[in-house]
């Protein structure tokens, strides 16, 4: 199978790739990423010799170029997303074009194309909060911030091109990820680099919002999963059942590089701030994917990259 991923040199979407071409020796990949602030080459310095796998750097929005990729592969990852909540709320245009038109572009050359298989990984955000349960996959949307509302269209336009054109279109949405590489804007690297350079770490309002976190290996393998064993036409929630308040993912970390309350400073709330994510993964669970990785191992990993990796997010932070 020759893949097409988009983003391929972001957090996830490099995660994905290099897990992709070691557990399937006959994958080859085409990564089209843009390599905007968070798109990283060194993301995957050790696999860019591989025969198998071709980057281009390209715009998801440029058609022609899009057009002549897609007649070359069998099936489409779509991970090429702006998807910070902050950069939403102050550069909202940048979400709308790239999220929503990008998506765009990608289906209408896959439709033209006739590709086996077309993954749009999108967000649990794209529900909005819910105060108790969870959010299964027939929740109506109700996006918060510019970013999660982008999301939610460009899924609405991928599903409508399944019933339209019969594209095989599957969505997936995701919780909150972490694990290496990713941009030190976000939470966890941007709190454990923070620490690293013995900076306090910003934490919004209260503290109590609640996310749930899911390491980005356990989301990437639950993409190919969907890949193989998925239904066109339907949505998957991918999560792992851990859920914690930002106080709490602070404190563990606090508590991995060997701080104490001290290291915390308040911030003023971020607008619209979302107060609870939780979504139902019984529909995956079902078909036979679980997660591999414990909350506690896979922070723990994650802490020691960064901690063992200086040299790849030091430079990041003043771009950050």
């Not at 909202?92 to 990984?121: C, I, K, M, W």
Request: charged share 25%.
């Amino acid at each position: 199978m020759r893949l097409l991923v988009t983003g391929g040199s972001g957090f996830i979407g490099a995660n994905f790739v290099r897990d992709q071409l070691a557990s399937h020796p006959d994958r080859s990949i085409v990564n089209l990423d843009v390599l905007t602030y968070a798109g990283n080459p060194a993301n995957l310095a050790e696999i860019a010799r591989d025969p198998r796998y071709t980057f281009v750097q390209g715009d998801i929005r440029d058609a022609g170029l899009v057009y002549r990729l897609m007649e070359e592969v069998d099936a489409v990852v779509h991970f090429a997303a702006e998807s910070h909540v902050d950069r939403s709320i102050a550069e909202p245009g940048a979400f709308v074009s790239t999220n929503v038109q990008g998506t765009f572009t990608l289906l209408e050359a896959a439709r033209r194309a006739g590709v086996d298989r077309f993954v749009h990984v999108s967000t649990d955000e794209v529900y909005g909060s819910i105060a108790e349960g969870a959010f299964a996959e027939t929740a109506p949307l109700k996006p918060s911030s510019p970013y999660s509302a982008s999301k939610a269209g460009s899924d609405l336009l991928a599903l409508a091109y399944h019933t339209t054109h019969d594209l095989p279109v599957i969505v997936t949405r995701c919780s909150n990820n972490y694990g290496p590489y990713q941009f030190p804007e976000k939470l966890i690297p941007l709190f454990v680099t923070h620490l690293l350079q013995g900076k306090k770490v910003p934490v919004f309002g209260s503290g109590t919002n609640v996310r749930e976190w899911i390491y980005v290996l356990d989301h990437c393998r639950a993409v190919d999963f969907v890949l193989g064993r998925g239904t066109p036409g339907e949505v998957y929630n991918i999560g792992s059942g851990v859920e914690k308040t930002n106080l709490e993912i602070t404190d563990a970390l606090l508590k991995l590089l060997g701080r104490d309350d001290s290291w915390i400073e308040h911030v003023e709330d971020r607008k619209g701030h979302d107060f609870r994510y939780a979504i139902d993964c019984s529909k995956l669970r079902s078909l036979g994917w679980a997660p591999g990785f414990t909350f506690e191992q896979a922070l723990r990993e994650t802490v020691d990259w960064y901690r063992t990796h200086e040299a790849w997010w030091r430079p990041l932070k003043g771009r950050s």
